[in-house]
């Protein structure tokens, strides 16, 4: 079955860190490039970053450059997302996304959400 | 505020036809292609049309993606309740070197 599944958010006070996951099935995970994608409570959808295929660019928004870093595994078909130094504005549902040709997300994850409170 | 400007909301009756509008710029949409993403109530984001104007499969031709210079239009035809949701416009910017969604818009079926 062709999915993305994501893990690792919860509760975390402002400041610490977190990682996720995204575990990848049914598809060639290293011939595509991923994404993570984020959408607060009630609101749109924010594009968080994005790693190449072979992990040689990665690219982050603004709000998280310098504080999250995605990597991934293409041995263990996984995607990361390290999360450092959080702040309440960073509490979403994080999406993995997988991203393809002329780039449009074709797949996505079911999220996982990340509460950042004291 | 969005580097991509979608209308907050439309609304049309069923039956009915509905346009929901793109505006981006020549770093982003004026260059490069735009796809649409449709989010039903409490779901994980579907691709509903990309490069522009293609349907991935299992999308019906109801709807359609249209581009011209820095704007992109999504249309729906023949609205039904279901397609009650909001929609998402996004691409990639070159000057910004991330990509971009547009602020999204929330679609009503009267």
């Known amino acids: 079955q062709v999915q993305l599944v994501e893990s690792g958010g919860g509760v975390v006070q402002p400041g610490r860190s977190l990682r996720l996951s995204c575990a990848a099935s049914?598809?060639?995970?290293?011939?595509?490039?991923i994404d993570w994608v984020r959408q607060a409570p009630g609101k749109g959808l924010e594009w968080v970053a994005v790693?190449?295929?072979?992990?040689?660019?990665?690219y982050y928004a603004d709000s998280v450059k310098g504080r999250f870093t995605i990597s991934r595994d293409n041995s263990k078909n996984t995607l990361y997302l390290q999360m450092n130094s959080l702040r309440a504005e960073d509490t979403a549902v994080y999406y993995c996304?997988?991203?393809?040709?002329?780039?449009?997300?074709?797949?996505w994850g079911r999220g996982t959400l990340v509460t950042v409170s004291s | 505020q969005s580097v991509l400007t979608q209308p907050p909301s439309v609304s049309a009756a069923p039956g009915q036809k509905v346009t929901i509008s793109c505006s981006g710029s020549?770093?982003?949409?004026?260059?490069?292609?735009v796809s649409w993403y449709q989010q039903l109530p409490g779901t994980v984001p579907k691709l509903l049309i990309y490069?522009?104007?293609k349907r991935p499969s299992g999308i019906p031709d109801r709807f359609s993606g249209s581009k011209s210079g820095t704007s992109a239009t999504l249309g729906i035809t023949g609205l039904q309740t279901g397609d009650e949701a909001d929609y998402y416009c996004?691409?990639?910017?070159?000057?910004?070197?991330?990509?971009?969604f547009g602020g999204g818009t929330k679609l009503t079926v009267l």
């Open positions: 020549s770093s982003n949409i004026g260059n490069n292609y």
């Open positions: 996304a997988r991203h393809r040709g002329n780039w449009d997300f074709d797949l």
């Open positions: 790693i190449w295929y072979d992990g040689s660019n990665k």
């Open positions: 490069d522009n104007n």
């Open positions: 049914g598809f060639s995970f290293s011939s595509y490039g």
């Open positions: 996004g691409t990639w910017d070159n000057s910004l070197s991330v990509w971009v």
